[in-house]
């Protein structure tokens, strides 16, 4: 073998906590640079824009201005969310023999799913699935569920992904997690 070192494995980006005695795994946001710093300026921009508007409305009392403060602060909002679920973000797992609670957000700013534990089928790890531009998906919005993941399970008649943020080895791993917290049903031998 000639010179050059070796490539460190990648370690996971999962960790199992306890929180107030019960066990989870956390998982950060996957960020996308690009759009935390597009959005960062945006946000800046955009908050000089709203401040400039409504120094106006407050001197001509205009009902647009007011519409349009409206549609400010909703945009606002959901870029200022964005950036923070990028920066602060997780998805947390969490799993015991009656129900598997999956939430994902920032502070205050969380969205929770909770399946009934005896209605899941067939967990198991899988490939998250690519885009066309062959990149996986970074991060759906916090009020959406997960479109692909590396942990997967049948509920009723649709199929659920978790664990966007990571690749199938380490979806194993948390697979495995899953498995033994959940009813023997949940998995398929």
Sequence with gaps: MRGGSYIEPRSARHRIESVEGV??????MRRNWFLLAFLSLWLAMW????????????????????????????GWGFAASTV????????I???????????????PLRRKWRYRADTIRNLS???PSGDM???????????MR??????????????????????EPEGRVIA?????????????P
């Design 133 to 143: 531009w062959g990149m996986r998906e970074m991060q759906t919005p916090i009020w």
């Design 84 to 91: 923070a679920t990028q920066i602060w973000g997780a998805e």
């Design 125 to 127: 790890s899988c490939k």
């Design 146 to 167: 997960n479109r692909s993941g590396a942990v997967k399970f049948d509920y009723g008649a649709e199929t659920v992904f978790i664990a966007a943020g990571v690749d």
């Design 176 to 188: 495995r997690w899953l498995a033994q917290r959940l009813p023997t049903g949940a998995v398929t």
């Design 23 to 28: 066990e989870q795994v956390r998982l950060p």
């Design 47 to 74: 908050t000089v824009g709203g401040i400039t508007a409504m120094g106006q409305f407050g001197t001509t009392g205009e009902p647009f201005l007011a519409i349009w403060l409206c549609a400010w602060a909703l």
């Design 93 to 107: 797992i969490r799993a015991s023999r009656t129900d598997l609670e999956v939430t994902k957000g920032a502070g």
